[in-house]
């Protein structure tokens, strides 16, 4: 089944010829849904079937022209992707710019043996190449063949090996995520519900019991399905994420493609010293940051710094010195302003806040697009102000709130210089590329 | 670096003075507000001179006082917009009441976009904005004449080229 090696003599390649079936069945399973809403209307079941029954020819046929008219090719520095039937698309796609390369397998697929590869660059809102589907050693393999050409290495470098760095225990998982305060809550509410249901000998309380069960579904399960057997591996790719139960994702992030990182410690994962860590990336902008952005759903600190020690090299974040905010921020943030804290060492910038929730934002001065400072009009009469620390979309928007005026202008245009100077000595984005050998000229940009 | 003397104005640029924005911005928003302003005044004022005179009178006052009220907002907020260009970053501010400072390397540019809507033409104004890798830089200065908007825009993006970084 692997069609890498045979290549044709374009050297354009297909993917797998079970793609229309995958495709169709999408577009079947959505005629069905239609005709079954329609069923409650007044239409007759005869017409309904065969609206359904003519519908899977044209979908065959037209996941069959997609298929054939989809081509993709590597071509030197870039990918090539041909697409679409009426439309054509062309679409050249740089290596070295790559951010990330997933590759997913949803459930049908899996049981197909195969799996799409996604491409992501940073811009635009959705992956910008998707590759569905190829089979799962056509996948790796081009996985590798990618990375390696991105790195900067031959393309026929074997597969980079993998060292696993941590393992989510299942039981960890769900006990995470049975620990948030909505969810103690909810169950809370829902207890008390059945014990009143109970004791009145009304049973129709319990119609309020279902709809409060299923509202803790997709706050409970989803993290969990999504997350399960959460892998994180190290290899000299970067960093491999592999999780899901219906779906797994296998993603891999190349060196110095993290943007931003948070480190978020929820009140009830304290007692266990337990913590999420959520990143910026470049590529993940727009689509399912949920599912993408989390490079820790759940672990011990130490577990989370060893990773995070991987992610931003020689950085060590418990060395660098923090600074509180003035004591007139009380008046703008009573509950936490003794909790809010920034600093900065010549790598990173790191804001700590919160009383309850903990989080802490780390920013590689490397990696800052712009910085702003705001002030409200309360937080002018206090002498206050907020810095801002732009990067690029994500989940992570590092601030650092209520610091003295000042003190704030001072950090700002410190930190905008030390990223002036990361930035003269950063390495190339060809990350295996030693940083004084000979570069294209318009590598950077 | 330096901490330059910020006593008491941490939204100075360190060294070079703003340059502010062209004061034919104030005309136009002032001419917008005044005839928006009026128009509305005016339709209020009909509609309750069914009722009684004095409601007119109320009305128009009111109108003429929010009216007033606004055109010296305007005024201090146009004057409040600055830039400044330094060696290896812009700087723009902005606002009275919630004031904004924003540093933007040359070297996270992606992009610069020059903007005039119909009316901005008429007045011969023109926006430039920056564009970097995050959505969340706010880097837009309104109100610029046309050709300090292109020279802006052309030295903006020659800086950019000179120092890039990409990501």
Not at chain 1, 26 to 35: G, P, Q
Request: glycine residues 8%.
């Amino acid at each position: 089944m692997t069609e890498a090696p045979a290549q044709p003599a374009t050297g354009f390649r297909r993917l797998h010829p079970l793609t229309p079936l995958l495709r169709g069945w999408k577009v079947f399973a959505a005629v069905v849904a239609i005709a079954a809403q329609q069923l409650y209307g007044d239409l007759e079941a005869r017409w309904l079937l065969l609206g359904v029954a003519a519908s899977i020819p044209v979908a065959l046929v037209y996941g069959y022209l997609s298929w054939r008219f989809t081509h993709y090719r590597i071509d030197g520095e870039d990918l090539r992707l041909e697409t679409g039937v009426l439309f054509r698309r062309s679409r050249r796609v740089r290596l070295d710019r790559l951010q990330a390369v997933d590759v997913v397998r949803p459930l049908i697929a899996r049981a197909l043996g195969l799996a799409e590869l996604r491409l992501e660059v940073a811009g635009g809102t959705s992956s910008e190449a998707p590759l569905a589907y190829l089979s799962e050693p056509a996948a790796q393999a081009l996985r590798a063949e990618l990375l390696a050409r991105a790195a900067g290495l031959s393309h026929d470098t074997p597969e980079a090996p993998e060292a696993v760095l941590v393992t989510v225990p299942m039981d960890r998982l769900i006990t995470s995520q049975l620990l948030t305060v909505g969810v103690i809550i909810s169950l809370v509410a829902l207890l008390v519900v059945l014990a009143l249901a109970a004791a009145l000998r009304q049973p129709a309380l319990l119609g309020f019991a279902v709809p409060m069960a299923l509202s803790l579904g997709p706050g409970v399960v989803g993290p969990i399905v999504r997350h399960f057997d959460f892998t994180v591996a190290e290899s000299p790719d970067g960093l491999r994420l592999r999780h899901g139960l219906l779906e797994t994702r296998a993603q891999t992030v190349p060196p110095g493609r993290v943007q931003a990182v948070r480190i978020v410690e929820p009140l009830l994962w304290r007692s266990r010293g337990w913590c999420r860590v959520e990143v910026n990336i470049a590529g993940y902008g727009g689509d399912g940051q949920s599912q993408t952005s989390v490079l820790l759903p759940v672990a011990p600190r130490e577990q989370a710094f060893a990773v995070l020690r991987r992610v931003l090299p020689d950085v060590d974040i418990s060395t660098v010195e923090m600074h509180g905010v003035p004591r007139s921020a009380r008046w703008v943030d009573p509950f936490a302003w003794r909790f809010q804290s920034a600093g900065a060492d010549d790598r990173v910038f790191v804001a700590r806040r919160g009383r309850l929730r903990r989080e802490t934002d780390i920013v590689p001065h490397v990696r800052l697009q712009s910085a702003r400072l705001t002030q409200g009009l309360l937080q002018r009469r206090l002498g206050l102000a907020t810095i801002h620390l732009d990067t690029t979309p994500g989940p992570v928007h590092p601030t650092a709130a209520h610091r003295g005026a000042d003190e704030a202008r001072r950090l700002l245009d410190a930190e905008v210089e030390r990223a002036r100077l990361a930035r003269s000595s950063a390495p190339p984005e060809r990350w295996m590329s030693l940083p004084d050998a000979p570069m294209p000229p318009n590598v950077a940009g | 670096m330096t901490a330059p003397d910020l006593q008491g104005e941490p939204f100075a640029p360190a060294g070079s003075p703003w340059v502010r924005v062209s004061p034919r911005l104030a005309i136009l928003r002032r001419s917008l507000l005044a005839g928006i302003g009026g128009v509305v005044t005016l339709v209020a004022a009909s509609l309750v001179a069914i009722a009684s005179w004095w409601l007119v009178v109320a009305v128009l006052v009111v109108g003429a006082v929010l009216i007033a009220w606004g055109w010296v907002v305007v005024g201090r907020a146009v004057r409040s917009w600055g830039y400044a260009e330094r060696a290896d970053d812009l700087l723009v501010t902005r606002g009275i009441l919630f004031r904004q400072l924003v540093v933007v390397p040359y070297g996270r540019m992606q992009f610069v976009d020059v903007t005039a809507g119909p009316l901005d033409r008429r007045f011969g104004l023109a926006t430039v904005q920056l564009h970097t890798a995050a959505a969340a830089t706010d880097a837009q200065i309104p109100g610029l004449v046309p050709a300090e908007a292109a020279r802006l825009r052309d030295r903006l993006a020659a800086r950019g080229e000179a120092s890039s970084a990409g990501l």
